[in-house]
């Protein structure tokens, strides 16, 4: 039996997210804007309120990272490098470098493939990871980015 994949729509800022989910956990989670076109003719339009709630709490960091209800993606690098990338708080930046010295990798640029390789952006905040030399890259638009660190106190 195939199992029903859904929708539903949560504000961040100026950004809507379109989160994408199967029953109660989140597949992934894209930000909706003009030069992203979002193809859902094979998606059910459906509110989950458990998982609203719980993106809410996630952006305040209210949950932990293994409790966050997300589908089990990435490599184990990859988690490990959006686990720290979680605790950035609000607010705040980290370099590539300082992620590295927590996960105790100094892969930079896979550091960077991990934060591209992102499939929950906002909630798993890779916006906030900057480089040494400046505001550094982002997987959409750098402006949503500027954008969405200048809405949480940080100047680029």
């Not at 859904?6 to 989140?26: D, S, T």
């Not at 003009?34 to 309120?49: A, H, M, P, R």
């Not at 990435?74 to 010295?101: E, L």
């Amino acid at each position: 039996m195939m199992s029903k994949h859904y929708y539903f729509f949560y504000k961040y800022y100026y950004n809507n997210l379109v989160v994408y989910n199967e029953e109660n956990l989140i597949e992934k989670i894209k930000i909706n804007t003009e030069n992203n076109c979002i193809d859902f003719s094979s998606l059910i339009y459906k509110k989950s309120s458990f998982l609203y709630k719980n993106i809410k709490s996630g952006l305040k960091n209210n949950i932990q990272f293994e409790n966050l209800p997300v589908v089990d993606k990435g490599t184990n690098f990859q988690k490990k490098v959006w686990k720290a990338i979680y605790r950035i708080p609000r607010g705040k930046t980290y370099t590539y470098k300082k992620i590295g010295s927590i996960i105790n990798n100094r892969g930079y640029r896979a550091i960077g493939q991990a934060c591209n390789k992102n499939p929950f952006p906002i909630l798993i905040p890779c916006h906030r990871v900057v480089s040494q030399n400046g505001i550094g890259g982002f997987a959409l638009d750098i402006e949503i980015k500027r954008n969405l660190l200048k809405f949480e106190g940080c100047e680029f």
